[in-house]
């Protein structure tokens, strides 16, 4: 994973903080020319700063879009590379760099390197949560809005392998009805879901339906009532008839369903050992204060080498144009 900038300070006296630090972020993002983006696993107070809010697949569509000269991205390390692959000229900042992805670290470069060449004739699809690395070695990116999709417009005799993550290829071939070679990396947040746990918020909730991430493991999904993205979550609880719903994905997506529709009630799924490991502990390194500060000292910059970036951005444009 590339990080840059290590001049980075990030002051944690609380006293050199403006007493207004939401009004101080809105004057520095208007001085700068700056937009933010963040993730729905972020915490409320900085959703609620954003200018925009989404999953991966809408943060990248929005990064593409943006006229903005400084993006100021909200969320994980690959999220504020891609957005540097798509802005090469403008400064990309990550409040946190050591806002990684479990997920993504579960593929390294080298070994997938490797994996690939075991299997040169296949195509390489995959999810946009893997290091800029990755995405230089793929032919096209997805998104958990977008795999299905992606995958149904590849010729039937094309070999796919799909990577990084296990329980979405899974989750495809299942929609798709095609093999694929998958590639073993999985979420810690959405491996943690205990299916014991779910059976019995059902029935504690026998009205309420069950809404999933496909990067849940299969014996959590079979329970689903309904399956998507974040995004397509959120969608999903605001059209439903329902009025109680058992969230199976990062709680913070709760905050925007809470908001959007204050009179159902939304249930976020427990983890094993009734643990807070559903809680995803790189999203939650970014906070409001080191956004701040990094709109501040206009660092940590992401940056990559000019070689990765070119790469990468191929399938990166191929899968906004199939989307």
């Known amino acids: 994973m590339f990080s840059t900038t290590l001049s980075y300070q990030n002051p944690t006296n609380a006293a050199t903080l403006p007493r207004d630090i939401v009004s101080a972020i809105q004057t520095l993002k208007r001085e700068m020319n700056a937009v933010i983006l963040a993730h729905y696993y972020q ?10 809010i989404g999953d991966s697949l809408g943060l990248s569509r929005q990064a593409a879009d943006t006229n903005a000269e400084v993006i100021v991205f909200a969320g994980v390390h690959f999220m504020a590379e891609t957005a540097k692959i798509l802005n090469p000229n403008k400064l990309v900042l990550l409040p946190d760099l050591a806002a990684g992805c479990s997920l993504a670290d579960s593929c390294p470069p080298a070994a997938f390197a490797q994996f690939k060449a075991e299997h040169p004739d296949h195509w390489v699809v995959s999810y946009i949560n893997c290091s ?7 032919d096209i990116i997805c998104t958990s809005s977008n795999a299905v999709k992606i995958v149904n417009q590849i010729p039937i005799d094309q070999p796919i392998i799909f990577a ?3 329980n979405l290829g899974r989750y495809v071939m299942e929609q798709t009805g095609r093999e694929m070679r998958l590639w073993q990396g999985s979420c810690i947040v959405h491996e943690t879901f205990s299916e014991k746990q779910i059976v019995r918020l059902q029935m504690e909730h026998p009205d309420a339906e069950v809404i999933a991430h496909p990067e849940c493991e299969p014996s959590v999904l079979r329970h689903a ?8 979550l959120l969608k999903y609880a605001l059209q439903s008839q329902s009025s109680t719903f058992i969230v199976v994905t990062e709680p913070g997506i709760i905050h925007q369903m809470q908001k959007d529709a204050p009179h ?11 643990c807070a490991c559903n809680e995803c502990p790189h999203m939650r390194l970014n906070t409001l204060e080191k956004l701040y500060w990094a709109m501040k000292t206009r660092s940590p910059e992401i940056t990559l080498p000019v070689a990765i970036q070119t790469a990468a951005l191929r399938p990166i444009q191929r899968m906004l144009a199939m989307s």
């Open 43 to 52: 915490d409320p107070d900085i959703q609620d700063i954003a200018d925009y």
């Open 132 to 138: 800029a690395e990755i995405k230089a070695m793929s």
């Open 164 to 166: 990084p993550d296990r």
């Open 225 to 232: 009532n309904y399956i998507g993205s974040t995004t397509a």
């Open 264 to 274: 159902k009630r939304f249930i976020p799924a427990p983890a094993m050992n009734q």
